[in-house]
């Protein structure tokens, strides 16, 4: 079983910038779909952006619609972390950020294979 652990969030004007970082332990990501989910109070969580294995080595990234070139995923497999840099932010880009971690090497639809996620951390938008 894998933790995830948040860090990164707050408060930020709109057209500001955030960067989520997510560390994983217990075992570890290497070869395993990883990604961002996000919440917003009364809505259903959404998928943000995720990274999923696509050779030795190399993964290839995926964002919702919603992104539209504004957000960048990325992992450092050797220290266990993943990455979101967060830019042009809206105040619709509220919510509380989750980490998730896949549990199948290599998963070949990762989005079904979400299944370890972190506590949660808050991102609010000002406008």
């Known amino acids: 079983q894998v933790q995830l652990v948040e860090s990164g969030g707050g408060l930020v004007q709109a057209g500001g910038s955030l960067r989520l970082s997510c560390a994983a332990s217990?075992?570890?990501?290497?070869?395993?779909?990883m990604g961002w989910f996000r919440q917003a109070t009364g809505k259903e969580r959404e998928f943000v952006a995720g990274?999923?294995?696509?050779?030795?080595?190399?993964?290839?990234?995926d964002y919702g619609d919603f992104v539209k070139g504004r957000f960048t995923i990325w992992r450092d497999d050797a220290k266990n972390a993943v990455y979101l840099q967060m830019n042009s932010l809206k105040p619709e880009d509220t919510a509380v950020y989750y980490c998730?971690?896949?549990?199948?090497?290599?998963?070949?639809?990762?989005?079904?294979?979400?299944?370890?996620w972190g506590q949660g951390i808050q991102v609010t938008v000002s406008s």
């Open positions: 998730a971690a896949g549990h199948t090497p290599r998963a070949t639809n990762p989005l079904a294979d979400f299944a370890s």
């Open positions: 217990g075992r570890t990501v290497i070869s395993y779909a």
């Open positions: 990274t999923r294995w696509s050779g030795v080595g190399t993964y290839d990234a």
